[in-house]
């Protein structure tokens, strides 16, 4: 255990960081999930309507700092060719 006040400060900063970033990068892999299952039951509506709301959630963790911007970028593009390549 840090002995240091500022030692002790970022130890609490870099906990509560981390749990913030693990809650909003869940968020986006429940998000992606559920593009997966809408192009699994074959429901290109649904894919479509997910696929909004995960590239939103994609967009908003890249601006958190959470994911790299390419990171985004390259989540978002599979995504959406899945769902293009929908029969």
């Known amino acids: 255990m840090a002995n240091i006040k500022s030692a002790k400060k970022r130890i609490l900063v870099n906990r509560t960081k981390a749990e913030r970033n693990k809650s ?3 968020g986006a892999k429940t998000a ?3 593009v997966y299952a809408a192009i699994e039951s074959g429901d290109k509506a649904a894919a479509q309507s997910a696929l909004t709301a995960a590239t939103a959630t994609i967009d908003k963790a890249c601006t958190k700092g959470v994911f790299h911007k390419n990171t985004a970028s390259r989540k978002v593009s599979r995504l959406a060719k899945a769902v293009n390549q929908m029969a």
């Open 24 to 26: 909003i990068k869940s």
């Open 32 to 34: 992606v999930k559920k």
